[in-house]
């Protein structure tokens, strides 16, 4: 089946403006994850979905940033009045079961804020 | 804090070469580790992983790693490199919910 998709792949914004990050998970995986990769960096752990609860949102940076997983399976993040220093890109990633170290996670191809 | 850290920003070798990108970890207990490789627009791929066992992994695209507890390593290995293997490698441990990724190892490949 299909991998994980995220779209937009790329999204340009003024610095201030509001932002939403939608990402489609793999069908019937419970677990979703969020990651910033700043440039330069690996990814950075920002929030994991269990199902429509966030489990661990132990890695958003601030209260600026928001997710949410209604139904389960595609998730939002959003981001209210951005800064430069939200310029990064935004991966989503899923997994079958979540919970558990062993549990493989797949990646979307990732979207790219640039905040001017 | 559990951390994992990549000593090498970049890495050239030749085609044909082998090929060692170095990982160390700092988890209190054995952690689970993971190899990850990402090319210019693409996500990330894995190449493999270690749970426990056997301290020599074997993955896809001809990719091993051996797991080293005496020196809390995990290195990527391969005998051969492919021009196509140019890409960036992430190492990475998972503590239940969350990956813990290393900054990444570019490598380049020359003809």
């Known amino acids: 089946g299909a991998g994980v998709s995220q779209t937009p792949s790329n999204k340009v914004t003024e610095k201030g403006k509001y932002v939403e990050l939608r990402c489609d998970p793999i069908s019937g995986h419970t677990a979703l994850y969020w990651y910033r990769q700043s440039l330069g960096q690996g990814p950075e752990f920002l929030i994991y979905?269990?199902?429509?609860?966030?489990?661990?949102d132990s890695g958003l940076p601030n209260d600026r940033f928001f997710a949410v997983r209604p139904e389960g399976s595609v998730s939002t993040l959003k981001i209210q009045r951005t800064e430069r220093g939200d310029s990064a890109v935004y991966l989503c990633?899923?997994?079958?079961?979540?919970?558990?170290?062993?549990?493989?996670?797949?990646f979307g191809p990732g979207t790219r804020l640039t905040v001017l | 804090a559990q951390s994992v850290t990549q000593p090498d920003i970049h890495i050239t070798v030749s085609e044909g070469a082998s090929l060692e990108l170095r990982c160390n970890y700092s988890?209190?207990?054995?952690?689970?580790l993971f190899w990850y490789v990402q090319s210019p627009g693409q996500g990330l791929q894995l190449l493999l992983k270690?749970?426990?066992?056997?301290?020599l992994v074997q993955g896809i695209k001809g990719f091993e790693a051996e797991f080293k507890r005496s020196q809390s390593s995990f290195n990527l290995r391969k005998p051969s490199v492919h021009w196509s293997d140019a890409a960036e490698y992430f190492c990475a441990g998972s503590n239940f919910n969350k990956f813990y990724f290393g900054s990444g190892t570019k490598l380049n490949v020359k003809p």
């Open positions: 979905f269990q199902g429509t609860g966030a489990a661990d």
């Open positions: 990633a899923s997994s079958l079961m979540g919970g558990q170290g062993s549990d493989e996670q797949f």
């Open positions: 988890y209190g207990a054995t952690p689970y």
């Open positions: 270690y749970f426990s066992g056997d301290t």
